[in-house]
């Protein structure tokens, strides 16, 4: 009997392995040709815009009476490391008519004290308008307000105010400088990251040349880790010293340069990053703002914005645009990246399955056909088959279900593929606009590039699979990035 059941249980084994190795194999081969018609159809895009952009006269759109003006929104959370080059750099940016908004969301460090000692802050007066729907309930609710402070009159600089509010989360502080802002159009950036100072001019020309179709527009977000940062420019670029933000330079240039863009072309973009991205207001207060309670506050709004505008019957498009840069500061210690990674993953999950009936819905054309079920087969399932994967595959292996020939050639197979598609990314990013010049740093970056799916695959995987796991077991943590300023770990010149 006992051998009955071993025979029973072998036979049955060896079914499921072969099974599963079969879904991973067809997975794999799925979801990398899929990155590879991305990043195909983004350099006929990429090609094509950088075309239009030789003929481009942005000065035309600093001075044109139809650039609309706009609220710059700065969340800011024990930000006090790197608030003071942010700032700077978006009070410099050349643009027409622009207020900078910095939202102090109750921080417990010296975020508030460091810009009160770098600006002369007068206290002023600020209204908090307040947004209700049609049965004259309150639409959009923040955390109340305790003061606010201006600064004004410095030539060839944007003007300044700064929100101090009680803490509620970064949507929160977003709705709240929504609320007190003056423009029709309002800018999201985060407080660790800076922007170049013709990032809003390329990111607003979608907007200038189709306001009535344009309603939001986000561009390319580039790590800053490494770069010497000087009074909120970017001085010179370079690459960091440490490993973890390297992999996460080429895992953003796989990011923007290929799914973001290629969405993006067929209107079924389902993010915009919330490093920098603009919105017309009017659109996100109909979409109900902010989700305050959102692990993924910038992708919440852009699939709420896709569902207000489809069951509005209004015709409309969210553009990504690969030339505007802002630089942000990326983990650079385990710890970090895996609060990071864990939380990004049970925020989309939460914003999937909270709209899991857009998925195949005609009522959403490309956002119900292609973008829901690329995130719900690929993003969101991803790490559960990729770890099976890691697992399965030498099993079948050790056992004798894989012959070796077959395993070195899908292990040679798996490398390969995806180094190409790592370096594809690096050289598009290079015949779009040169940012690492120098013989070494594309060495470094083509290095980081082959151990990228032995190494930082495999790790991120995991913190997905985690990030499951707790979304499961109802854990939401936010958690903190360490933030050691932009200059710490720059490369010495």
């Keep these: 009997m006992a051998y009955e059941l071993q025979k029973y249980l072998m036979i049955y084994g060896i079914k499921f392995v072969r099974f599963v190795n079969l879904t991973i194999i067809v997975y794999f081969f799925a979801l990398n040709s899929i990155y590879l018609l991305q990043l195909i159809f983004s350099r006929s895009g990429l090609l094509g815009h950088l075309s239009r952009l030789f003929f481009s006269d942005y000065g035309s759109i600093s001075t044109s009476t139809y650039t609309p003006p706009i609220s710059v929104l700065m969340p800011a959370y024990n930000e006090e490391a790197t608030i003071l080059d942010s700032v700077d750099s978006l009070r410099k940016l050349d643009y027409p008519e622009a207020e900078i908004i910095v939202i102090n969301d109750g921080s417990a460090d010296a975020t508030l004290d460091t810009l009160k000692e770098a600006y002369t802050l007068e206290p002023i007066d600020k209204i908090v308008r307040k947004v209700k729907d049609k049965g004259g309930r309150v639409k959009i609710a923040t955390e109340p307000i305790i003061g606010a402070y201006r600064v004004g009159g410095d030539v060839g600089l944007l003007p300044l105010i700064v929100i101090d509010k009680f803490q509620g989360g970064k949507a929160d502080a977003l709705n709240a400088g929504i609320l007190v802002s003056r423009y029709p159009y309002v800018c999201s950036v985060d407080a660790d990251s800076m922007l170049e100072p013709d990032a809003l001019l390329k990111v607003v020309k979608p907007i200038v040349e189709n306001p009535d179709l344009v309603v939001a527009s986000g561009g390319v977000v580039r790590v800053a880790n490494g770069c010497e940062i000087t009074h909120g420019r970017v001085k010179t670029v370079a690459l960091p010293e440490d490993r973890l933000p390297m992999f996460q ?89 895996a609060r990071q990674r864990i939380r990004w993953h049970q925020g989309l999950m939460e914003v999937l399955l909270h709209n899991r009936n857009m998925l195949f819905n005609p009522r959403y054309g490309s956002v119900g056909f292609v973008a829901m079920p690329y995130y719900f ?102 958690g903190e990035m360490e933030h050691r300023g932009f200059n710490e770990g720059a490369k010495a010149a």
Excluded at 275 to 303: C, H, P, Q, T, W
Excluded at 304 to 327: C, G, M, N, Q, T
Excluded at 409 to 431: D, N, V
Excluded at 446 to 471: A, E, K, Q, T
């Design 249 to 337: 330079i080429v895992e953003y240039l796989r990011a923007f340069l290929g799914a973001r863009f290629a969405l993006g072309q067929i209107r079924a973009l389902l993010i915009v990053s919330g490093v920098f991205a603009v919105f017309r207001k009017d659109v996100v207060i109909g979409a109900g703002g902010y989700n305050r309670f959102s692990l993924v506050e910038d992708m919440e709004l852009v699939v709420d914005i896709h569902r207000y505008l489809r069951e509005s019957r209004r015709p409309y498009s969210i553009v990504f645009v690969p030339d505007p840069i802002a630089w942000t500061e990326v983990p650079a210690t385990l710890k970090s990246l």
């Design 377 to 478: 087969i690929f993003e969101m399932m991803g790490p559960i088959i990729e770890l099976f994967g890691y697992i399965s595959i030498p099993l079948a292996y050790i056992f004798g279900i894989l012959k070796f020939p077959e395993f070195i050639l899908f292990i040679i197979a798996a490398f390969l593929f995806g180094t190409f598609l790592s370096i594809f990314a690096l050289l598009l990013m290079e015949s779009g606009r040169r940012q690492y010049g120098s013989r070494r740093d594309l060495l470094r970056l083509s290095w980081y590039g082959l151990l990228d799916n032995v190494v930082y695959r495999p790790l991120v995987s995991i913190l997905r699979f985690i990030g499951i796991i707790h979304f499961y077991r109802v854990k939401r943590e936010w």
